[in-house]
């Protein structure tokens, strides 16, 4: 199959899921995970329509938008891997939202960073509904203490959340973890808080895309199902 064929494929899955739910498709943004595949392959998915394009580290973003027809804005690129503070620097005028902010820590670099460009960077909070020791990510416990403090920030906008199900999760404890966070999502949107406006739930990815849009989700990461080759 092409990645034109993967891309159909997705959609159609997508449409699926969203009739379960009574959702519009127009609602998820697809976004297409290209950390395993060269420029010229995103350039491909590109062509099939997609829009949004997020790396996991940023080498390998910076990589891509070596390619002319690649850069930022021409293409909406996304940062989706855990970020370190000394690399928040070279990226601030690369993308266009940060899924992977975790700490009050990461947070406080981003903002100084986005200062100094004169600049509001979008950003995601990402949690760690499982508990998983492995994942990065904020647990819910402590939302509350890192949201006083977030609002000190004035260089971030809190679009929402970010969160992954464990890879070896059934299709039962993704939708509990996926309802979770959107419980979360739901409960932050009713707040009034000027650095927060949430319209953002970043969850699902191939293998679990479709559980997450049941759950809410209106920002999928798709990596394998778009660019494998079969």
């Known amino acids: 199959m092409s ?3 993967n891309v159909l494929r997705v959609q159609e899955r997508l449409e699926n899921a969203c009739a379960r739910a ?9 976004v297409a995970v290209s950390k395993t595949v060269t420029a010229k ?13 997020a790396e996991n580290r940023v080498q390998k973003l910076l ?4 390619t002319e027809e690649l850069k930022y804005p021409k293409v909406d690129w996304h940062l989706i891997g855990h970020l370190q503070t000394n690399k928040v620097k070279y990226i601030m005028d690369k993308v266009s939202l940060i899924h992977s902010m975790d ?17 509001i960077m979008p950003v995601l909070l990402e949690m760690n509904i499982s508990g998983e020791e492995s994942k990065y990510g904020l647990a819910p416990e402590l939302l509350d203490d890192f949201m006083e403090k977030f609002v000190d920030f004035k260089n971030l906008k809190l679009k929402g959340f970010m969160t992954m199900a464990p890879l070896a999760s059934d299709e039962k ?9 959107h419980n ?8 009034t808080i000027y650095n927060v406006d949430i319209s953002t739930l970043s969850m699902g990815m191939s293998m679990d895309f479709e559980s997450a849009v049941e759950e809410g989700s209106t920002m999928v990461r798709i ?3 778009i660019f494998k080759a079969i």
Request: net charge negative; glycine share 4%.
């Open 3 to 5: 990645i034109r064929d």
């Open 63 to 66: 990589e891509k938008q070596e």
């Open 22 to 30: 009574g959702r519009k498709p127009e609602e998820i943004t697809v």
């Open 173 to 181: 404890m993704q939708h509990e973890i996926f309802a979770k966070i």
């Open 41 to 53: 392959e995103v350039i491909e998915a590109k062509d099939c329509g997609l829009t949004h394009f």
């Open 184 to 191: 979360i999502y739901v409960d932050m949107a009713k707040q």
């Open 103 to 119: 700490s009050i820590h990461l947070a406080e670099e981003i903002n100084r960073q986005a200062e100094k460009n004169n600049m």
């Open 223 to 225: 990596g394998t199902d």
